[in-house]
């Protein structure tokens, strides 16, 4: 009886014993399963690591690293390149097709594989450049914020991606008075903000904006993050020792690198950065435009003129850090062509220049109610309403009779009748700028160049959108799209169709005279702009309390406009674009992981 | 007498087998609170991106001074439900801007566990 009795004991004492063991060896497990996951993490992140120093030493690196070890050795990491994997598209012009869907042009979509044995962890970033300085309203000032005449806020996710988002505006002026945001406007002028405005200022009168439409909220008291402070001055000296750019007349194209001027710049032509930084050192006056991917610092004052061109690229735009105050100028193109299609009577077919002024907006806006109407899906069918609208618009043929459009012979290219019609006026600045808008729009000598350019064959059509989906040429676009779309597949067809889109947006048919200015504008004085203007990004005014005070503003002498404040006056459209901001000062900023996710 | 000697030979060799399993439950604790510590330093680099750019060791049982704030806590030293743990950091530069940073920890003078990653250090 004993003996049985021990060994049950001893069964059981047995069990415990395997119990024991078996939890011991769990425990084992999981702390060196635990151990390999995390030296796997780690790989990962130093995949990540080494990727954004690859890209800080080439942008465009998309060489696959296959099992790269860490110093120690053990841990190794795994990069590959492919719309199914890694995606580098921060050089890109247009939004590339990846894993997880578009990767947005100035970003790198990276899938890193960390191993430890037969352990894995697998991490997802997006890569994008920070520049020195970021917003999230369309207008930040240090200051007041003025606005006068016909305004209008908006704003978009990105130029390909036009999904709405608030465009606020935010004044951090304290100042304990009324009209520390103000609109005024005449009889007629209409002011529309898409997006809440802020005033820090306590004052119960510190926002005036009756009579404007705003969508979002209207709060005074409501301090907000100062804007942030680029050593510009600073920027400037560390960059004194770079070559200076060879301007010539016309258009002066700057190619990658740093240019250092070492006084004032006056320039009569167009500036176009191809991700070159540009540092003035005095003032810089450009009797043009800023246009192209870049950066330019000014330890003066800057003035410039709008671009007569637009582009559906985010990669497309300038970061201008001006130490003094900013002019951007338009030119009041539609009030000119109003004015001169009143006088000009008829064109050689006895169709009066007013019809073909308003045919052109007429159908300019009967094209993007078209495009709205559609999605990636529904796009693209020759014959379609929209293609008979852009035919109309460009290309001087037949008569169109197809309902709803019942247009006379005489009528048709109304956008060619215009340019032929400005090309006989007396030269000026306006209208060289116009000249320029209507080529860009449709050529007069050559009707296979312009956006609104026809096409006879598929290849020329493909070429077209090919070269737009590559560097957000808009060439031959509108036509080229349309008539092509279906020899595509789907992901390049959404491409394509925010591309378009994009373009004819920005094209605001009721201001078809709008000169453009795509990017960033920061300063440490005032922004001023009139006369017309389009400016897709946002605008910064950060009073660092070392420039002088402003000019007398011209509706209210008894006002002055100051460093920090922002006076958009007459014509101005300011649409933020977050995704172009987010890449703002790309070209000097630094590599960064804007999004972290872990498979 | 059979039954009571069998017992006392199987309790002796549970004891031991307990024994040593209790021991190996403490190593497993001790090395995953190890393994804690230098991962804390790692993430702390990683958000602060505060890494020097040239090849530096820090001991912590001497301790080695820090470095503009390198490296960051628990270094040089941790004490974990009365166990201290003593950290040390090396820095490796791979190229200008790639720099591989290992961090060993070591406790009870014979035990110690090492990981290691790299950061981008613009």
Redesign the interface.
Known sequence: M??V???L??GI?AL??IA??VR?RA??FF?LQ??SG??AL??A??G???A??RL?ANPNWSTDLINQP???GG?RYSIRFSPAASVNNIGGGMALPGPRGPVQPGTAFLVVDGEQGLTHRVLEVVVTRQGPASTTASLTGSGVIRLRGNVEIDGIEGLSNPVPVDADVRSGSSVNSAGQVLWTGAPGESATIKGSVFSASAHPSAIQMGGASVTGQVQNNQPSPPPPIVDITGRISANSGAPAPALVPGVTTLAAGDYYVAGNLNYNGDLDLQGANLYVAGNLTVNGTIKGQGSVFSGGNTSFYGDSEITASNAEQVSLYSKGSVALRGFDGTTYLDNLVATAGNDANGVPYSTHWANTRNWTGQAQTLLASFGPTDYGFQGSDFDFCIDMLGHEATADVTPPFVVAPNEMAPVVKLNNLLQAQPVSPTQQFLLKKFTYLQDPTDQFKGLYAWHTDMGDMQNDVNAALANGSTDGLADGSNDSYSTYGPAQQALIYSLISSTMNQLDYDRLGAAHFNGLIYTNGYFYSENEVNIRGGLIAADDQTQPPGFPDPTNPGLQVNPGDIYLNRGVRVTFVRDLLEQSGSTIG??QVSVWMSR | MLAVGIVAVAMLALIGVFTSGLRLLAQSRDSQTATQLARQVLEQVRVSGNVPHNALTFDGSVPTPRVAGFPPPPYPTATVANLPFTLFVTTQPIRSDFVAVRVEVRWQQQHRIMTESCFYAP
Do not use: H, K, R, Y
């Open positions: 004993a003996l009795t021990t060994l004991m001893m004492l415990m014993l024991f063991t011991l425990q084992g702390g635990s151990q995390l030296a780690n790989a992140e130093a990540v690591a080494d954004l120093s800080t860490l110093p120690s841990a630094t590599f």
